[in-house]
């Protein structure tokens, strides 16, 4: 007698034969710039709940409803068990990605304070001050690789101006973060404790300097987190260093591996390269498009509470599930004509690169200010730029290049 689920219609026996099967590897060392996403459309028209059974065995969300249904049910899945595919030995807790409403608000209210307009506008000149810094040189360059010369110096630039540290420490970071997600994709466990607590060693320097040097809580974010109280009280110091912890390495990766996207997209595109060069007032337009069509997450996750239901598919507590924005934003079911580029699509607005719901992401304003700025300046200085090579791709869990040789011819 086949045994049926308590409170779903579902047979066990023919869900553990679905739990067995492989649909997809997260992982494919010959992954070209489209291979992914051509893989992500087959599986999304028969399976938007996939199946891997690396990592230990995890469901996919590639569905866009699918993936919106997870990151909005704060009822039935948590962020505070497995926010990351693969999971990985960390030490301490780092608020506020791995806290639940409503404890995460003590540290998303005081990180959000830095990200409004009138903080963005104040930082815009620095910002953009480092990418002509940067990007200049290169447009006198007959070949020159975007990612390893620009896309992946950039963020320590920004977030040195961000965070008010200096561009030496933030650049460490840079590179320990980096090298530290490699060894996560490839469970080195020792590498990643490693460099983990390389990495809550300079937060905790940061720390320490803002209590040696009483910093404007209102002008520095981990100045602000020290300041601030939940429920009466300071909040906690293991607490505070794992917030900042967070926040010094959220950001780095994911825009070095989405600006070389962009330029990859526009070097096989001069006719769009042309539009955008002539009318730079449609470029944050084509920055959100850009967003949607080369989304760099697919390996943020979630657990699942309690069993639960999900497009037809049961995912059991205590399931890990991907939530692959990378695919979802392609889902043809709300984007029509979703693996091409459209200007001013009529509901760009939906795409969810940044997320939704509890745990979006606050650093968004930044990150479009970023990649609306890389734009307008290589844009502005060159007069053409086209592929000198093949892109290589990041690997699992970000979707996007690591290397992008491009030949400029300045303005």
């Known amino acids: 007698m086949t045994a049926q689920h308590p409170r779903f219609q579902v047979d066990l026996e023919a869900d553990d034969a679905r739990r067995a099967e492989h649909d997809f590897d997260p992982v494919r060392p010959d992954e070209t710039f489209t291979s992914a996403h051509e893989e992500f459309a087959e599986l999304r028209s028969r399976c938007p709940i996939a ?34 595919i693969p999971k990985f030995a960390f030490t301490g807790v780092r608020p506020p990605l791995h806290l639940d409403p409503p404890d995460h608000m003590a540290y998303r209210r005081v990180i959000n304070h830095f990200f409004t307009p009138p903080k963005m506008r104040a930082i815009e000149p620095k910002v953009r001050a480092a990418s002509v810094e940067l990007l200049d040189p290169l447009i006198d360059q007959q070949w020159v690789d975007v990612c390893k010369g620009y896309a992946q110096k950039f963020p320590a630039h920004v977030f040195a101006h961000f965070f008010n540290l200096s561009v030496e420490t933030s650049e460490e970071i840079k590179q320990v973060s980096g090298t530290y997600v490699d060894a996560i994709q490839v469970l080195n466990h020792e590498v990643v404790i490693r460099l983990s607590r390389r990495l809550y060693e300079i937060a905790q320097s940061v720390i320490d300097e803002r209590r040696a040097n009483s910093y404007d809580p209102a002008e ?24 900042v912890r967070q926040l010094i390495v959220t950001g780095m990766v994911a825009p070095s591996v989405f600006i070389g996207n962009m330029f990859v997209h526009l070097s096989r595109d001069p006719e769009l390269q042309d539009q955008l060069r002539n009318q730079p007032h449609l470029i944050p337009a084509a920055v959100e498009e850009f967003l949607r069509l080369y989304s760099p997450y697919r390996g943020m996750a979630r657990t699942a509470r309690e069993d639960v239901m999900l497009s037809g598919q049961l995912i059991r507590k205590d399931d890990p599930i991907a939530l692959v924005y990378t695919s979802a934003n392609r889902d043809e079911r709300v984007f029509p004509n979703g693996e091409q580029f459209v200007l001013d699509r009529p509901n760009i607005s939906q795409h969810i690169s940044f997320g939704r719901g509890t745990h979006s992401c606050p650093g968004a ?28 791709m990041a690997i699992w869990a970000e979707w996007g290049t690591r290397s992008v040789p491009l030949d400029f011819v300045r303005a």
């Open 51 to 84: 199946r891997s059974q690396e990592y230990g065995g995890f469901w996919a969300a590639l569905g866009y409803d699918e993936v919106l249904s997870v990151i909005t049910d704060i009822e039935h899945f948590t962020t505070s068990k497995q926010n990351a």
């Open 220 to 243: 520095d974010l981990t100045a602000a987190l020290l300041a601030a109280e939940y429920q009466g009280a300071p909040l906690p110091a293991d607490m505070v260093l794992g917030c």
């Open 365 to 392: 304003p930044l990150a479009r200010m970023m990649m609306t700025i890389t734009l307008e300046e290589a844009l502005a200085r060159s007069s053409s730029f086209t592929m000198a090579g093949s892109p290589e």
